[in-house]
């Protein structure tokens, strides 16, 4: 009986950072609707930059717990440029955790704050976080016929005209790479095949569509775009084969103990424009993709596993970029928690800022 309430309790390591990132959320809204309150007869500008601050304050505090909590070692290649670009950020895309590597390379350029997504329409739906994201500049889209292709051109518009530091990040396969879902990989490898493609083994087939009006709408805005491969170590069963990558939940309990990020910055005179050599550019990349995925996970030679070619650094993160983060938000909570008012406000602010913010997304893209 010990040692399965050892088990549990090791099994459970999830809890605190998540009772944390989801307690502190309230906390983190009230603050930003303050904000947002205040600035409305300030320039757009303005209140992006405050809001990319708040924002970088909320981010740093994740990341204490996705890497200085989980003790993960974070593996870089290639040259991540130490400044701070406007950029569009393309990955291969295979869990949740994926959207926190981002923050990752974002954090070490001192960019965390510009970080927003391309995200699946359905997320819009999230409580507190699925308004916020579209507010910071996310961008909401459905797939395939019912894409909108002039309501993510109209965003990213106003986007640029405010003069918004830009760290947009694109999963172009659509979904996640799943090995328990044979069939999503099956289809993805027969419409390659249908389509004179390459056929990939690691990846899916990448769709073109927001890649190709994101990088159309923001040509003159952008810096480069970052090619980003990313490989979590301790996916690979007995026999060889893929498993599912880790969940926020198994990352947090600390069963991946390195990720390996390989990084290729693109010039944006490298890209073609045209939409449709833009899709032939877009799957040699995933082709590139999905050898050095191979070359991590297949590689005849054992030494060659579970890294990438070339030169790499193990990148840790200084507990000064996340603790302060951590403290200030917890000690908010904390204080608003201790008070009978403050406790009614934070239960009204998850009720009511679920049901104004699901209201906002229902009306505006």
């Not at 993709?289 to 590689?299: M, N, P, S, T, V």
Request: one cysteine or more; glycine letters at 6%; a positive charge.
């Amino acid at each position: 009986m010990l040692l399965s309430l050892v088990l549990h309790t090791y099994s459970m390591r999830y809890v605190l950072p998540a009772a944390v990132m989801m307690g502190t959320a309230p906390t983190y809204m009230l603050a930003w609707g303050a904000w947002r309150l205040l600035s409305a007869v300030l320039p757009a500008r303005f209140y992006r930059e405050v809001d990319d601050r708040l924002y970088t304050i909320y981010q740093s505090m994740v990341l204490f717990f996705f890497e200085n909590y989980t003790g993960v070692q974070v593996i870089v290649y290639g040259d991540l440029p130490k400044n701070k670009e406007n950029v569009i950020y393309l990955s291969n895309h295979q869990c949740t955790v994926d959207w926190i590597i981002a923050d990752m390379l974002a954090i070490r350029q001192n960019a965390l704050g510009h970080v927003r997504y391309v995200l699946k329409d359905g997320l819009k739906w999230l409580p507190l976080y699925g308004w916020y994201f579209s507010q910071h500049g996310g961008v909401y889209v459905k797939r395939s016929a019912k894409f909108n292709e002039k309501e993510m051109r109209e965003k990213l518009r106003a986007q640029m005209k405010a003069e918004t530091p830009m760290y947009l990040v694109i999963f172009p396969e659509g979904t996640r790479y799943n090995p328990e879902i044979p069939k999503v990989i099956a289809d993805s490898q027969s419409f390659a095949e249908k389509e004179g493609l390459a056929i990939l083994k690691h990846v899916l087939t990448p769709r073109v569509k927001a890649t190709h009006v994101a990088i159309d709408t923001m040509k003159d805005y952008l810096d480069a775009v970052y090619d980003v491969t990313v490989a979590y170590e301790g996916t690979v069963d007995h026999k060889g084969q893929r498993k599912l990558a880790p969940s926020m939940t198994e990352f947090l309990c600390k069963e991946c103990p390195r990720v390996h990020i390989f990084i290729d910055r693109i010039e944006l005179k490298d890209i073609p424009e045209e939409q449709m050599y833009m899709r032939r550019w877009l799957h040699e990349r995933f082709e590139i993709k999905d050898k050095l995925l191979i070359e991590f996970y297949d590689a005849k030679d054992s030494k060659r596993r579970n890294k990438f070619p070339g030169k790499s650094v193990h990148s840790k993160l200084s507990l000064k970029k996340t603790l302060p983060s951590l403290l200030f938000l917890g000690g908010l909570t904390a204080s608003m928690l201790l008070t009978e008012s403050g406790r009614k406000l934070y239960v009204k602010t998850w009720i009511y800022g679920t049901l104004i913010g699901c209201l906002w997304v229902s009306i505006k893209p």
